[in-house]
């Protein structure tokens, strides 16, 4: 089955300090990806959407001068968490859609912030 | 965004048993989807019900879908204490033109005691 990946698995880093996520689709090409984000014993929440090639399309509420995301390729999208603080500790997610309808989750990129 | 609203918001049966969550959403939707986590883990896909099928099998998950009524119920028969996890329902929807979101619900802790 399709495999998506996520670089790293797990990050610590200080406060004000930048943190860059990856998403890979390993065996398939992705025309769009999303990045969720889920706080402990929540549900996960859609950040944004990326379609490569072109700007990301964000949720309501998400800053996204503060969560870069950059969809460089047909199997490659990237998260930037600028200037991080404590508030965005959280585990982020991404996902890959194929054929409009079918998503693969990767397994999700632990990130505390001290 | 659209989220969906499940209950119950947390279910303890014991082996043997079967479970029934539920879940309810807004809009139209091309799918809906239910996924399991296990706590600080990624999801796993379990089944996927198009907005044109009512009802669907897959081992011992059945799930449902009531387009009129805008809602989906998810039955595990026979429960097994590896079970227990965190079950979300997520519906695929169309944002505009080709582009396709897939929101989530607020999930069920299923705990299944042996």
């Known amino acids: 089955g399709a495999v998506v990946s996520q670089h790293p698995s797990w990050v610590i880093c200080k406060s004000g300090t930048s943190v860059k996520i990856e998403c890979r689709s390993l065996?398939?090409?992705?025309?769009?990806m999303f990045w969720y984000r889920q706080f402990p014993k929540q549900s996960l929440m859609l950040m944004a959407t990326?379609?490569?090639?072109?700007?990301?399309?964000?949720e309501q509420g998400v800053e996204k001068d503060k969560f870069l995301i950059n969809h460089a390729s047909l199997t490659l999208s990237t998260l930037t968490v600028t200037s991080a603080h404590p508030e965005d500790s959280s585990f982020y997610i991404c996902?890959?859609?194929?054929?409009?309808?079918?998503?693969?989750f990767g397994p999700g990129t632990r990130l505390l912030v001290l | 965004s659209q989220q969906g609203e499940e209950d119950p918001q947390a279910l303890s049966i014991q082996e043997g048993e079967n479970a029934t969550m539920n879940c309810s959403y807004k809009?139209?939707?091309?799918?809906l989807q239910w996924y399991r986590q296990n706590s600080g883990r990624g999801l796993v896909h379990l089944i996927l019900?198009?907005?044109?099928?009512r009802e669907k099998h897959s081992g011992r998950l059945r799930v449902t879908l009531d387009t009129s009524k805008k809602s989906s119920s998810l039955l595990i028969t026979a429960s097994r204490a590896a079970d227990t996890a965190s079950y979300f329902c997520?519906?695929?929807?169309?944002?505009?033109?080709?582009?396709?979101?897939?929101?989530f619900g607020k999930g069920t802790l299923l705990t299944v005691n042996p």
């Open positions: 996902s890959a859609m194929v054929r409009g309808e079918t998503q693969y």
């Open positions: 065996d398939f090409q992705a025309t769009t």
């Open positions: 990326s379609n490569e090639g072109s700007k990301a399309t964000y």
């Open positions: 809009t139209s939707i091309n799918n």
């Open positions: 019900i198009r907005s044109n099928e």
């Open positions: 997520a519906m695929l929807f169309n944002s505009g033109g080709s582009n396709y979101k897939l929101t």
